[in-house]
C-alpha cells in the first residue's frame, strides 16, 4: 500500500438515485387552511429528525390548479392504518375533514445538488449548500500531499518507539506549513502547571516525557486483532496505551516508586496538543484579546504572590501584556493576525479520536483532521460516531484518513 | 433522559445546584461563558469548576474540565491510586448548571461517574441526550437527571450573551430550558 488521503463525509456514502426514505402520514389541505394547519404541526408534531423536510408539498394539477399537501406525522413501523397516528393529529384530520395517505420523504438531508433533485421527487426539501469550502475535499496536489505525508510521518514518530504504542497529535498552520504544537497521550505523565515562559514556540517539540510510563510487564498484554488494519503484524506491538481506543484502560495505571508526575486519564495527545497552542498563543500574544485577559492576571498577582520567583515570573508577563497593549493601540493589524483559537489550523492524529478529543477540536476550531488508523472502539469520526456530520455544532471541520504504507512504522522508528 | 420537576428536587440536590449556580456567577463576573459546577462525593462538595475558556484561549477549559483537574491532583497529592481513585469516581455526582457537552460527557463516561445533574439543555452541543448520548452508550454509563433550576442557568446565559461574548467571532450557545 502507498500514501493516499480519502476524505470521510459527514455521512456514509448513500446511493443518489434511492435516497434512504422514511414514511410519513401526508393528507391534501385546502390552501386557505396551511398556515393554521402547519402552526399547529409543527407545535403538537415537529419533525425532529427530518427537519430538512418541507412540511408542505406543492404541486400543480391539470389546468393550472395548485394543490397543497402537508406532511402530518411519521408512520411508524408497518402499521400503515389510521389507528397508529396519535390522537391530537387524528384530531386534526377529523376536524378538517382530512384523509391522510402515505408518501415517501427522504431520510437525509442532501449534501449535493443532484442528490437534493432526486430527493425532492419524493418530497420537496430544504438544501443547504456548505458555506465553507476547505481545501482538499475534491482532492490534493502533488505538492499539498507530500507536505500531508510529511506532516504524518512526525505525527508517527510521536507515538513512541518500544512495545506499547501512544496516540500522537501535531497541530500545523497549513498556511505557513508551520508546527503550532505536539503532543502524545499524557495519560500517565501530567504536570500539571505548564510553564509558558520556557515554551519553545514555532518548532517540533520533543515528544513527552516518560518518567512515569507504565512497567513493560503490563505492556506486554493485549494484541487487537482489530487493528491490524494498517500495521504490520509481525511486530508485537500493543496498542492498549492508545487513550483514545482504551480510554478506561487508566484505572490500571500501576504507579512506579518515586514518580515525579501525575496521571490523568484524560489527556488525550488531541487534548494535550489543544493546550499546548492556546498556551502558545497566550505566549506570543499575551497582551491581545481583550482587555479582560489583563483583569485575570492582575487577579492571579495578587492572589498567588507565594514566592519571589513567581512574583517576578508574573510581574514579567504584567509588564509584557503592558508593552502589548500598547503595540496593540499603535498598530492594530497586529492584532489581525492571530487567528481566533485553531480556526484555520489542521491536526495530525495517528488514531481517529474520540468523541471527547474529537469534539475538543469542534471547540477549538480546528480546520482539517488528518488520522491514519481507524478506531473500531470509540472513533467519533466515522467508526461509532461521526461529529462532521453533526449538522447543529457550531464549527465543522473535514477529515482525511491518510494511508500509510506498510512498513511506515518500522521506518519513523529506526 | 430523566427530566425533574422543581417540586420534585430534594432540598439537597437544589442546595448543590445553587453551589453550581455560584461558580456560574464567578465565570460571568469575569466575562466567562457562565457555566459553573460542583462534584460531591458522599453528600460534600470536594470539588468545583467554572468556565474558562477566555482565560486560558482554551476552548476546552469547560467547567467540568476544570474541577476534574482539582479532583485528580488532590487525590494524588492524598497518595490515592489509580483504582482507588476509580472507586471515588464511582460514587460521586456532577451537578452542573448546563447539560454537559459531547466532550464533558465522553470524559465523565472515561472517569465512570455515577451519575450527573443538570440544569439546562443544551441542543448545540449536548452529550447527555440533545445531540449524542454518551452518557448511555460509552463506557460505563452515568445516570442523567436535567431541569433543575434551569430558569436560573439559562438567565445567567442570556446575561452573558446580552453583555456580548468579547472573545467569539459571533455569539451562539444553546439558550434552552429543557423541556
Known amino acids: ?414 | 433522559m430523566a427530566l425533574c420537576e422543581e417540586e420534585n428536587n430534594s432540598d439537597s440536590t437544589l442546595a448543590f445546584m445553587k453551589l453550581a449556580i455560584e461558580q456560574a456567577n464567578d465565570a460571568l463576573n469575569n466575562l466567562e461563558v457562565p457555566i459553573g459546577c460542583v462534584f460531591v462525593l458522599d453528600g460534600k462538595v470536594i470539588s468545583s469548576g467554572r468556565n474558562r475558556t477566555t482565560e486560558t484561549r482554551n476552548a476546552t477549559r469547560h467547567a467540568e474540565m476544570e474541577a476534574i483537574d482539582e479532583l485528580l491532583k488532590n487525590w494524588q497529592d492524598n497518595g490515592l491510586s489509580a483504582m482507588e481513585i476509580s472507586g471515588k469516581f464511582f460514587k460521586c455526582d456532577l451537578y452542573v448548571t448546563c447539560e454537559p457537552c459531547i466532550m464533558c460527557a465522553s470524559a465523565l463516561a472515561i472517569l465512570g461517574i455515577r451519575s450527573v445533574f443538570y440544569g439546562c439543555g443544551n441542543d448545540r452541543f449536548g452529550g447527555c441526550g440533545s445531540i449524542l448520548s454518551l452518557h448511555s452508550s460509552q463506557g460505563k454509563g452515568f445516570e442523567c437527571t436535567g431541569g433543575i433550576m434551569a430558569s436560573e442557568a439559562v438567565s445567567l446565559l442570556r446575561r452573558f450573551y446580552e453583555q456580548g461574548n468579547a472573545n467569539a467571532p459571533k455569539p451562539h450557545r444553546p439558550l434552552q430550558i429543557s423541556k
Open chain 1, 1 to 414: 500500500m502507498k500514501w493516499a488521503i480519502i476524505h470521510i463525509p459527514e455521512k456514509p456514502q448513500i446511493s443518489i438515485t434511492e435516497p434512504p426514505s422514511v414514511d410519513v402520514f401526508a393528507a391534501v389541505i385546502e390552501p386557505k387552511l396551511a398556515n393554521t394547519l402547519v402552526r399547529r404541526l409543527n407545535k403538537i408534531c415537529p419533525l425532529e429528525n427530518l427537519t430538512h423536510v418541507k412540511r408542505v408539498r406543492r404541486s400543480s394539477l391539470e389546468g393550472g390548479k395548485i394543490q397543497l399537501s402537508v406532511v402530518l406525522c411519521l408512520s411508524h413501523g408497518e402499521v400503515e392504518q389510521l389507528e397508529s397516528i396519535q390522537s391530537d393529529i387524528l384530531e386534526l384530520v377529523h376536524a378538517y375533514q382530512l384523509s391522510p395517505f402515505i408518501a415517501k420523504v427522504a431520510k437525509y438531508a442532501a449534501s449535493s445538488n443532484e442528490e437534493w433533485k432526486e430527493q425532492c421527487k419524493l418530497w420537496p426539501t430544504s438544501y443547504h449548500p456548505p458555506t465553507y469550502n476547505i481545501d482538499g475535499i475534491t482532492g490534493f496536489s502533488e505538492e499539498d500531499s507530500q507536505t500531508i505525508f510529511n506532516f504524518m510521518k512526525l505525527a508517527l514518530k510521536l507515538t513512541k518507539s518500544g512495545p506499547q504504542l501512544e496516540n500522537a497529535a501535531v497541530i500545523v498552520d497549513p498556511s505557513v506549513r508551520q508546527i503550532i504544537s505536539s503532543a502524545s497521550d499524557q495519560t500517565h505523565s501530567w504536570h500539571s502547571l505548564i510553564d509558558t515562559t520556557s515554551m519553545e514556540t514555532g518548532c517540533i517539540k520533543q515528544p513527552a516525557v516518560f518518567t512515569c510510563s507504565q512497567p513493560d510487564a503490563n505492556a506486554a498484554a493485549v494484541r487487537d486483532t482489530l487493528l491490524s488494519d494498517g500495521v504490520s503484524d509481525e511486530n508485537k506491538r500493543s496498542y492498549t496505551g492508545v487513550s483514545c481506543l482504551y480510554p478506561r484502560k487508566w484505572m490500571e495505571h500501576q504507579q512506579n516508586t518515586g514518580n515525579t508526575c501525575y496521571f490523568h486519564p484524560l489527556r488525550h495527545a488531541a487534548l494535550v496538543a489543544v493546550e499546548l497552542a492556546a498556551a502558545r498563543d497566550k505566549h506570543l500574544f499575551p497582551g491581545s484579546g481583550n482587555m479582560l485577559d489583563c483583569s485575570f492576571q492582575e487577579n492571579r498577582l495578587t492572589s498567588s504572590m507565594n514566592s519571589p520567583a513567581k512574583k517576578q515570573k508574573l510581574n514579567l508577563s504584567k509588564d509584557e501584556d503592558d508593552l502589548d497593549l500598547k503595540a496593540c493601540s499603535h498598530d492594530s493589524c497586529f492584532e489581525t493576525e492571530r487567528p481566533y483559537l485553531c480556526t484555520g489550523f489542521d491536526i495530525y492524529l495517528v488514531w481517529e479520536p474520540c468523541a471527547m478529543c474529537a469534539m475538543a477540536l469542534v471547540h477549538q476550531r480546528i480546520r482539517r483532521i488528518f488520522f491514519a488508523f481507524p478506531n473500531p472502539n470509540f472513533g467519533a469520526l466515522g467508526s461509532v460516531q461521526r461529529l462532521q456530520g453533526e449538522r447543529s455544532l457550531n464549527h465543522h471541520y473535514a477529515v482525511f484518513r491518510v494511508l500509510l504504507p506498510e512498513d511506515v512504522f518500522d521506518n519513523v522508528h529506526s
